[in-house]
């Protein structure tokens, strides 16, 4: 919980409140204690929910948000519908994209030496 709470800029109480609305989803670690994970992706969807509810987005939108793309995917893997699946992976490809960390290139030095 910490680690997350930390990446996020949230408290660890505020993390486990967006995790009960629903807007994340954590994995519990073994043992009786079954410390929370939250994987990459839970992490940038965190991180976009903090954008969201910053900009005046409630809780229960971005749940909704979810839930209906939860469906979609499902619905997509279930039907056997080759075009819903490749609309789906062509989006989570687009979405990869656009949320890579960008890096300046450097400067082209010219050509290699002999």
């Not at 979810?66 to 075009?83: C, F, H, M, N």
């Amino acid at each position: 919980m910490g680690p997350a709470a930390e990446r996020l800029g949230l408290s660890p109480r505020m993390v486990r409140y967006l995790e009960a609305q629903g807007v994340l989803r954590s994995e519990r670690g073994p043992g009786p204690r079954g410390h929370r994970h939250f994987p990459p992706p839970e992490l940038e969807l965190g991180a976009a929910a903090v954008v969201a509810t910053d900009a005046g987005h409630p809780t229960a939108t971005l749940r909704a948000i979810r839930q209906l793309a939860d469906g979609r995917v499902s619905a997509a893997l279930t039907s056997g519908d080759a075009l819903q699946r490749f609309e789906l992976l062509a989006l989570a490809r687009a979405v990869e994209e656009a949320t890579r960390p960008r890096h300046p290139r450097p400067p082209h030095a010219g050509p290699p030496e002999p």
